[in-house]
């Protein structure tokens, strides 16, 4: 103890740079990664953009408005109508099937299952939000697609005095409802996902007072469990619809490609971005190949667009965010 | 509007650990009454009891009755929601719900119960609520403001008048100071006094000081050992409990010899 004592220095040194060299490392590093991913984003428009503009400057019709595809006749003839068209009903489908199916998935899960159930189904969703989507598109097209048809048409028949349903033609193979559908089992678990982990993170103390005010469990889900969760449904939806959004094998199996707008959702036909691309660009031409890119920077923006709206929606009412 | 609560041979497991073994008491309306002991011997166990809280626990499984002016909460033609609106609680961590205002907080018990109440009615119910809370001063100009936006101690009262404000026969406490301030947790202290005017109040509480400032009854619970069954001890008068206990665990207790 008493050497101890006396080999300590009189006096304890507090001197030294106020910014360790680790710190300075690692801020600068992850400033740089940020950067990075800022500069990655914008260089992928400015690609795009960049390759798109020879195709929009030959274009004879509206970009937006036509709906024929024939970037390589002379003169070239193509618009982006009946893909915008087909890429958001499809994804509107899948996400009007999908979002209240995984939303309810997850609620069953975190909520009502017990342990031995929900470690199960929760592992069963993750296995499924991680299927490659050519194995969806595969499953749409052999299995789904020919036992579907029957639902179609019953649907057409009886409800066919609602204009979409109607399907005079009465082929109800390839249709946007069935992409529609095959898109909504795909991102079903993604979204299921996600919202569990947001379930599961809603404090307890918080459901332990809406249950004590006499609340029913329904009643605490949508008193606490639902507000808290918003932010993360709503990212968790936006994941599932940029997934649909850009999901191209699925649907490009399933759509008889056709570029026309049609309103009739059971009749086979329409078209989207993504699908576009991937079955045209082996045999497009010059000005081909710019017209697809011209309509992948469109399905970039709508994408952008998307996630901006969904951050804005979050962003809305942050002091009553939760997080505090 | 307030009520007595009869315990009669409450036995309370969890999965095959007994947690509380063989509790008897009487609460008294327009009382309050402090369930004390050291950490584990079921205290909070018995509280949660009081309003089938204890069932959000899975695997936990209670024996016995709990009278509230004689019918009991565990019968089987009763409705463990409707026990929860007749008897409210506190929490030890303050707990308004994040994503509503103050005033929300306040009325959100009155919503549950009916589904469409006149905002006149809201308005006065937020305001006797918030006043007999000892918050209305505080908060009344910034109703609208998000509940977590207060002080801990402001939420604690908050979520008193969240509890009181559907008129509940019973409150029960669960050491609603343990998170606060000095200077809060007296505040919290001059309510409970004013709250025993109309309710029946159970508070568990770790502070024994608080116990004897603001209890009628003491109730001192104990555990024969770590893993075994807490047991209640002893209960009485809070002045006889801190001056003169029959048992010699309760005076090494409360004189601080142990726990």
């Known amino acids: 103890m008493a050497q101890q004592t006396l080999s300590q220095p009189d006096e304890v040194s507090i001197k030294g740079a106020s910014v360790r060299r680790g710190d300075k490392v690692f801020f600068n590093l992850a400033r740089s990664a940020g950067i990075f991913m800022l500069l990655l984003t914008g260089s992928i428009g400015l690609f795009l953009l960049w390759k798109a503009i020879p195709s929009l400057q030959s274009n004879t019709g509206n970009f937006f408005t036509t709906q024929t595809w024939f970037p390589d006749s002379t003169p070239p003839l193509f618009g982006i109508a009946a893909l915008a068209f087909g890429t958001l009903m499809t994804s509107v489908i899948a996400m009007v099937i999908a979002v209240p199916v995984a939303i309810g998935i997850a609620l069953f899960i975190a909520f009502y299952a017990n342990r031995r159930i929900a470690s199960s189904l929760g592992f069963v969703v993750d296995l499924l939000a991680a299927v490659p989507s050519i194995i969806f598109g595969l499953w749409g097209l052999s299995v789904l697609m020919p036992n579907m048809q029957g639902f179609v048409e019953w649907l057409s028949t009886y409800f066919g005095w609602i204009p979409i349903f109607a399907n005079p033609e009465e082929v109800y193979t390839k249709s946007i409802l069935i992409a529609g559908v095959v898109l909504a089992i795909m991102i079903l678990p993604t979204i299921s996902a996600v919202t569990r982990e947001v379930f599961l993170q809603v404090p307890r103390g918080h459901m332990e007072a809406s249950l004590a005010l006499g609340a029913t469990r329904w009643e605490m889900i949508r008193m606490v469990v639902f507000p808290f969760g918003k932010p993360g449904m709503i990212s968790a939806s936006m994941l599932g619809l940029g997934r649909a959004l850009g999901e191209t094998i699925a649907v490009a199996l399933i759509l008889s490609a056709v570029f026309e707008i049609n309103w009739q959702i059971t009749e086979p036909g329409g078209n989207t971005f993504a699908a576009n691309i991937a079955l045209k660009w082996n045999e497009a031409g010059t000005n081909g190949l710019s017209a697809l890119i011209a309509s992948g920077l469109v399905l970039f923006i709508i994408t952008l667009l998307v996630n901006m709206v969904a951050r804005w929606i979050i962003s809305r009412r942050k002091d009553y965010s939760g997080a505090n | ?259």
Not at chain 2, 111 to 133: G, H, M, Q
Request: hydrophobic share 40%; net charge negative; charged share 25%.
């Open chain 2, 1 to 259: 509007m307030a009520k007595r609560i009869d315990i009669t041979d409450l036995n309370i497991h969890y999965g095959a650990f007994e947690a509380v073994s063989g509790v008897n008491l009487a609460v008294e309306p327009r009382s309050v009454t402090a369930l004390i002991g050291p950490s584990g011997c079921g205290k909070s166990t018995v509280l949660r009891s009081l309003n089938r809280m204890i069932e959000v626990i899975p695997n936990a499984r209670v024996d016995g009755k709990v009278l509230l002016d004689g019918q009991d909460i565990y019968g089987e033609d009763v409705d463990p929601v409707n026990v929860r609106r007749v008897i409210g609680m506190v929490f030890q961590r303050p707990n308004p719900f994040p994503t509503m205002s103050i005033y929300d907080n306040v009325i959100a018990g009155i919503k549950l119960e009916k589904r469409r109440s006149k905002k006149a009615d809201n308005d006065d119910i937020v305001e006797r609520s918030l006043r007999a809370a000892n918050l209305w001063g505080e908060v009344k100009d910034r109703l609208g403001r998000p509940g977590a936006g207060l002080s801990g101690g402001q939420q604690q009262r908050l979520c008193i008048a969240r509890a009181i404000a559907v008129e509940p026969q019973v409150v029960l406490m669960d050491e609603p100071c343990s998170a606060l301030d000095p200077i809060s947790t007296l505040a919290i202290e001059e309510l409970i006094t004013q709250l025993r005017e109309e309710y029946t109040i159970v508070i568990v509480t770790h502070n024994m000081q608080q116990a004897a400032r603001i209890s009628d009854t003491t109730a001192f619970f104990n555990l024969s050992g770590a893993g075994k069954a807490g047991h209640l001890i002893e209960v009485g008068p809070t002045q006889r409990m801190f001056s003169n206990p029959e048992e010699k665990a309760t005076e090494d207790y409360i004189s601080g010899r142990f726990g």
